[in-house]
């Protein structure tokens, strides 16, 4: 009973302080990061929402990734994680707060160089089990990795039983490019001639035409085939904080699912979904 | 030794030790230390790459970084080979902040590196890797090594020890060995150290001894250390003064003043600066050695030299003789009328005039003589002389000397000699020819008035065909080319054959027919007779069992039995083994035996004739009348008949005095009632006239010559037939009809 009473005072405390309104004179501080695939989404949205609230300043570093942002705002290094997982149990337990923020494709994107606009998810599988070692166009494939506890590769395994086999055969593979970030492995992706890799589509659209996005199985990545669910690969994006997290947190929250946040979101690539 | 062998067994033990630790440790050490070093670099390495990478994963986020957990244990997990590891990152407080590990076995290899941001340490990156498979791997080195050093240990200690050991044994078995053979020797044993003695001399220290050296030779254990001229009172000192300058074996013969030892010393370096020394008392050795010179070359009984003596110093004097141009003559003396002395008064006395007669000659000789004994009473005496005059000389100086009585006994007795003379080097140029040759002239000089003769080619010539005659004789035994003829006996009163005289025959394969006259005299000499006789008395034992079987009339048999085979063989066991093997009744037989036979030994003669006697043998003498004509030995012997000598019968009707003999001779034997035979008997007037005179029995050519056994069966088969035709004719003397066909 006691918890429960707890947990109660915990939630109406966060709803305050996001339903309270900003003032001038609180020249706040809000440090978010998180994963690359949702900062680059956080960053216009940052930007609409400090020219509407003055007094909030938002600081936003290289990004750390999913666990170590979460882990950051548990150790009040940060005020707001942008994840693209859901918090562990653990996590979870030190008295974190998560609502989920929107789906994004998950891509196939590919060098720039590549000609083909179009991948069958069978044919990408064994481009990545190394059975097809060339693209159409002739250019040698080289798949841009993922660390193997990353959300993105977890997702990827999750495509198909080939995906899931593909996935092991390039990882016990010694020439495979690996990005530790998003943006590091978007950058091998845009630097690498034949590269190709799975990943949100909100980096190829935080960087429009750097990148090739193709199709998979014929159906273009967008938020609209997310929205309407013809593209079924997507990443979940979360937001986590604490329980007593700023009020500006609060306040942020409230503006990315705003009309305009969302707008802003869709424009690049995240279809969001609000609070569940 | 023993200690030796001990420091040897420690020494190898060691060594062996030391290789086979360094075989045990050494390969796993290097490779532990070089897997050690290998890891550590490796370790350092990789800790160095993978500190970089965080450090600038660092650097991109140096506020946030510690919280990229996930991204820090991707580039700790990032490997560049499979081995497995531990990387650890820690923040400057020690908190973990990213960790990579795989499964490790204990203990750990770990380095620590540091991950900078701007020059600033941040962070400490600890890499490890486990040990265990390196010390897995160095204890398998270990043990291999161990298996190995083991084998070494066995090969390097074990073996070579094994081996000395097997080398002391055997040393150990062979210095006991020559040691019981040291200490049990009869020679005294004596080792000497030696030791530089004053300017280049040696002297030798008494060392050891055996136990022969000291109870033989008077060494004792208080000598040991002394100087060999101080053992002893300095006896051995010679073998000091041998051995300087002498580095090879020494011998010397050593005397013992006043002990009267000899002592042989033969003294050699053992090498090591000993000297053995070994002793042997030989003082009865060399007396010995001089009683069996003494025996060996010199007669026992005279002193005087004997044969082989004689033939070494002959042949040193044909050596002079040679050089200087003279003659020797060896002069052979037998001594005559020795035997009957040392038969009759026994071999004390016959010894006793031997050592006379050597007495005497050795006065007699010069000094450069020699003068020996041969054996028996025979003497030799060896000179060079110019001329052959001298030898003559010498010998009848010699026989001067000899011919003085001798008292023996207390009995005087004269001895003579017959001396034989050879002359190198006319007659032989070796010695045991010219004793050969002066041996045959001896015989020659026992001729009756000759004292010595002179050895000539002619005596050889004799003597080797006596030889031959005499090998003949033997060998005519052997082949059975003796044979018999019989010639008949007549009774002179009814003019049958009333017994037949065994003649012995030789028909030599070379010279044909042989008479006895030829051959039994030398049968004699030789002792051919024995066996001869013997076949004689067998085969006409044999012979008259046949003639009898056949169906003969009685008739004796009529035997010579020689004076040699009557003393010298066993000659009543020959008769009675005679007549057991043939059957024949021995009152057929008759032995006629010589007058001398019976008086050599009377008492002998007279048990002989007994025995005979008892056998139921008659004995008849004969050629009665040429000889001693005892009448002593007619009294005292069993004699039935005797044979009066041919010699008498041959004139016995021409010569008066033939007549008178012939007369007595009968007359004595009738008186004696002795049976009379007359042999030689060549006419009729011959046979009447013995016949009328009383003469029992007559043999002779006017009746018959010997007859072979065809014919003397033939004979007494006609003389059957015709007294069958004629039995009644009564016994008037028919002396004159009965011979048919003499021969």
Known sequence: ?276 | MIRHSQSIRRSTTLTAGILSAVLTVVPPAIYFVMAFSHMTGVIETEGEINARVVGTLVVANPRMWEFEELRLNELLARRSTETAEKRVLYNLKGQVIAESSDKMLPPLLSKTFPVHDAGHQVANLVVSRSLAPTLMVTALLFCLGALAAGFTFFRLRTVPLRAIENAYRSLKQSEEKYRSVYESLNEGLALYRTVPGSGTDIDLVLADMNPAASSVFGFGRDDIGKSILQVQGGLFAPVREALQGAPAEVSLELTQEGAGRVFVVNAFPMGDGMVATLLEDVTEKKRSAEQLEHLAYYDSLTGLLNRRMLLDRMEHTIGIAQREGLKMATLFFDLNGFKPINDTMGHEAGDQILIEVGRRLKSSVRKKDTLARLGGDEFVVVATLDTEDNASCIAQNLLRKLSPVYEVGGREVYVGASIGISVYPDDGTTPETLLKNADIAMYNAKKPGVEFCFYSAQMNQKLQERTRLEFELWMALEREEFFLEYQPIMDARTGRIAAVEALVRWMSPEKGRVMPDSFIPLAEATGIIIPLGEWVLKTACTKLRQWLDAGCLPLRMSVNISGCQFMRSELCRLVEEAAEQTGVDLALLELELTETCLVKDVEETAAKLWHLKGLNVSIGIDDFGTGYSSLQYLKNFPIDHLKIDRAFIRNVCELPDERAIVDAIIGIAKAMELHVIAEGVETLDQAEYLAHRGCDELQGYYYHRPLSEERLLEVLRQERERFEQGSGAGDAVIVGAVPTQPV
């Open chain 1, 1 to 276: 009973m006691a918890s429960f009473v707890k947990a109660v005072l915990a939630v109406a405390a966060v709803l305050a302080t996001l339903v309270s309104p900003p003032t001038a004179s609180a020249a706040e501080t809000l440090r978010i990061n998180g994963t690359g695939s949702g900062l680059v989404v956080i960053k216009p949205l940052a930007e609409a929402f400090q020219k509407e609230n003055r007094g909030i300043v938002i600081e936003m570093e290289k990004s750390l990734g999913s666990s170590a942002a979460i882990k950051a705002v548990s150790h009040h290094a940060l005020d707001l994680a942008v994840s693209g997982r859901a918090l562990k149990p653990a996590e979870s337990a030190e008295g974190l707060i998560q609502q989920e923020w929107g789906k994004t494709p998950l891509a196939v994107l590919a060098n720039r160089g590549v000609r083909s606009k179009d991948v069958t998810l069978k044919e990408l599988a064994a481009m990545y089990a190394g059975s097809t070692p060339k693209w159409p166009g002739g250019e040698l494939v080289r798949v841009v990795l993922r660390p193997n506890e990353d959300t993105d590769t977890k997702l990827a395994r999750s495509m198909s039983p080939e995906m899931d086999r593909g996935l092991s055969a390039a990882q016990g593979r010694k020439d495979m490019l690996l990005g530790i970030t998003d943006n590091e492995a978007y950058d091998f992706v845009k630097k690498t001639e034949g590269a190709v890799a799975l990943m949100a589509l909100t980096l190829a659209l935080a960087e429009p035409n750097s990148v090739n996005v193709l199709k998979l199985d014929g159906v273009q990545p967008s938020v609209a085939s997310v929205s309407s669910g013809k593209y079924r690969f997507v990443k979940e994006m979360h937001l986590v904080t604490r329980k007593d997290a700023p009020a500006a947190v609060a306040k942020f929250v409230k503006f990315l699912n705003s009309k305009k946040g969302r707008s802003i979101a869709a424009r690049h690539g995240l279809h969001v979904t609000g609070v569940k």
